[in-house]
């Protein structure tokens, strides 16, 4: 213990919201130091980061969509967990640089937010992933745990917290109790599904090829999940499927909400099976504590008054939904050895 707090002084503690669309670190003491985009771009074939290693992040996020055959903008998780190892590991390895600083002799101790659902072997990925990106000491905490925390719930009381965390890859809907997870469900439906919604609109109703990139503006700029305000417009720019020419329409805010209700109501579905799961004592502290909503898509127009309908329960968005994970990661290392017990560590240590 001692030792560690000696190497401690020689390198920068940190949390990482490691998430599909977002890498989000903390710091201890500074909060969130670092907010970038999950995106890498690499040499086809070689999967060598180009630009010398740094086109990572913003970087690789301009180029998405927009690169020559000889260059990839990669996403290297998919659905919150990693689909390519060895691009994670440069990209973990560059924020943790970018962070910690080349001088420092050692590297950090690092708790990293992975989604409730995931299987050791994903989990597994995430630790080698972070250990060779130059990690000391890697630490794994459930994203509803660190969401909870990040949103100021009292999860180590014994009442019932709810948590909705909406991120690019994955709705983690949790009720917390005692500082643990009482019931849970991790779903594969998350703001990425609400991009690709919007491009098979746009296809299917205006013959129109659009972008993540775009797709995720229209998302922002005029999409909602209930009819919240007013009707608003959006002049859209892609390429024609017939004649592969570029074209720009008008799309209105009430179709866009009819392409978003399938993922939308898969969300609210798992938010009352984990409801239906919960004992019957922390159904009654819901009636009153109500649910929290975090990550980006809770920034979705009207789908906090959605899931109250659904359920009947008050419904209550987070203080920055987008850093809720980061900062709960980064709370979690100011008292790591309260939480020690409750975290998952490197595999011998466990």
Request: one cysteine or more; charged letters at 25%.
């Amino acid at each position: 213990m001692f030792f560690d707090s000696i190497l401690g002084w020689f390198s920068v503690d940190m949390g990482i919201d490691l998430g599909t669309c977002n890498t989000l670190v903390c710091v201890r003491g500074e909060g969130i130091v670092l907010n970038e985009p999950s995106v890498v771009a690499v040499r086809k074939g070689t999967n060598r980061v180009i630009n010398n290693g740094t086109a990572v992040g913003w970087a690789a996020k301009d180029m998405l969509g927009k690169t020559p055959g000889s260059i990839s903008a990669i996403r290297p998780l998919k659905d919150g967990v990693i689909s390519d190892f060895e691009i994670t590991e440069a990209m973990l390895s560059y924020f943790i640089k970018k962070v910690n600083g080349r001088s420092r002799i050692f590297g950090p101790r690092v708790v990293i937010a992975i989604p409730s659902g995931i299987t050791a072997v994903e989990k597994r990925a995430v630790l080698d992933s972070a250990e060779r990106a130059g990690a000391r000491k890697v630490y794994l905490v459930e994203e509803p745990m660190a969401a909870g925390i990040g949103a100021g719930l009292p999860i180590s009381e014994p009442t019932a917290s709810m948590i909705v965390d909406i991120g690019g890859g994955t709705t983690e809907v949790a009720i917390m109790s005692l500082a643990d997870i009482a019931s849970c469900e991790s779903i594969r439906v998350a703001g990425d599904d609400f991009d690709e919604s919007i491009i098979s609109h746009m296809k299917k109703s205006y013959g129109l090829t659009i972008g993540e990139q775009t797709a995720e503006r229209i998302k922002i700029e005029i999409g909602s999940a209930a009819p919240v305000g007013e009707s608003m417009n959006m002049e859209v720019r892609g390429r024609d499927m017939v004649t592969g020419l570029p074209r720009k329409t008008v799309v209105t805010s009430d179709e866009i909400r009819e392409a978003l209700m399938e993922p939308v109501n898969q969300i609210v579905e798992a938010v009352i099976r984990t409801l239906e799961q919960a004992e019957p004592e922390l159904s009654a502290d819901l009636v009153d504590n109500g649910i929290m909503l975090a990550g980006g898509g809770a920034l979705l127009r009207g789908i906090g008054v959605v899931i109250s309908n659904a359920t009947g329960l008050d419904v209550r968005i987070a203080e920055d939904p987008l850093t809720c994970v980061a900062r709960g990661t980064s709370i979690y290392l100011d008292s790591l050895d309260d939480w020690k017990a409750t975290l998952e560590s490197d595999l011998d240590e466990a």
